[in-house]
């Protein structure tokens, strides 16, 4: 059984960073990947990551800002945050599914959802 739970979100300035934790248990075996919603809009990929291959996905608006990262020692995914801009501001999700939706991140194929985590970037 697959649980994802994720943390770290927050309030920052912008150009502030954050780091936020997705303990991924049962997913081993599947791609993982965070997600982002802001209000009024629809939910979009930011950036997944395939253990088997190493490969990662990320959109180009959070290229060479955003990392994410795995440790397989404690199931954990992770996505560092930096120079945070206000459009970042969302509700972050982590996800959990086959490679091919994680790494085009697609919401469709994702089988295993997190509740969230607030992340608001403002002055």
């Known amino acids: 059984q697959v649980q994802l739970k994720e943390s770290g979100g927050g309030s920052v300035q912008p150009g502030g960073s954050l780091r936020l934790s997705c303990a991924a248990s049962?997913?081993?075996?599947?791609?993982v990947a965070w997600f982002r919603q802001a209000p009024g809009k629809e939910r979009e990929g930011v950036a997944g990551?395939?253990?088997?291959?190493?490969?990662?996905k990320y959109i180009d608006s959070v290229k060479g800002r955003f990392t994410i990262s795995q440790d397989n020692a404690n199931q954990t995914v992770y996505l560092e945050m930096n120079n945070l801009e206000p459009e970042d501001s969302a509700m972050y999700y982590c996800?959990?599914?086959?490679?091919?939706?994680?790494?085009?991140?697609?919401?469709?194929?994702?089988?295993?959802w997190g509740k969230g985590t607030l992340v608001i970037i403002s002055s």
């Open positions: 996800a959990a599914g086959g490679p091919w939706s994680c790494l085009q991140l697609e919401t469709y194929g994702m089988d295993y």
């Open positions: 049962g997913a081993t075996d599947h791609c």
């Open positions: 990551f395939y253990t088997r291959t190493g490969s990662t």
